[in-house]
């Protein structure tokens, strides 16, 4: 729908993201580290949560509203878009879910709020495409070797193409409802299946 967006065959208006955001910052592990942490309580999101266009609930971590506080710059909102910056899982990219709220960020994952110029679910699925990837990660002039960590930045400094706005919530809407098929096939495929071994 949009072309590459490196390339930018359709040639949409550019602009850095840092003009398409509100807000671009990762967080800070509380005190104590894992060991701190509770069952139940405010989210921590870390790298093992976000993942390529989808949020991983397995590992998801839980703090007390003292050390959330201590945290309030990284409060997280609904639609906020999700991307790795550290480590072997850099540059993994996807929106919060509403049901991890409330929540905050560590210093592994940097939150990217969007303006209202941008559909967050756009930016997300752009993020993940093969050649952002290979931008996010470093790929290709300067040696070949994978980055391991994304700066605020460069993150900041992001070309961004950006199609007209009525034509990425049609994209958002088309990913949603896509993603709301997706769920009933595999709940009728787990019911069919569990009614074949029963």
């Known amino acids: ?11 949409w208006s550019v602009e850095k993201l840092k003009a398409l955001t509100s807000k671009i910052g990762s967080g800070a592990t509380p005190k104590g580290g894992r060991e701190s942490y509770i069952s139940e309580g405010i989210s921590l999101v870390r790298s093992m949560n976000v993942y390529k266009g989808y949020f991983e609930y397995d590992g998801l971590a839980h703090i007390t509203e003292e ?5 309030d710059n990284v409060t997280l909102q609904e639609n906020d878009v999700l991307i790795t910056i550290t480590g072997a899982s850099v540059a993994r990219c996807c929106i919060l879910p509403k ?18 110029k941008l559909n967050p679910v756009y930016l997300s699925n752009l993020l993940i495409t093969d050649t952002e990837q290979r931008v ?19 993150l900041e400094t992001l070309d961004i193409p950006v199609p007209p706005l009525s034509l990425q919530n049609y994209f958002a809407s088309f990913v949603q409802q896509i993603g709301k098929s997706k769920f009933e096939i595999e709940k009728t495929t787990n019911i069919l299946y569990n009614g074949l071994i029963i």
């Open 67 to 71: 050390q959330a506080r201590e945290l």
């Open 1 to 11: 729908m949009f072309g590459d967006p490196v390339l930018n065959p359709k040639q």
């Open 99 to 116: 049901a991890v709220l409330p929540a905050r960020v560590n210093q592994h994952v940097s939150i990217l709020r969007t303006t209202d």
């Open 136 to 154: 996010l990660l470093g790929i290709g002039g300067a040696g070949g070797a994978t980055r391991e960590a994304i700066t605020k930045t460069e």
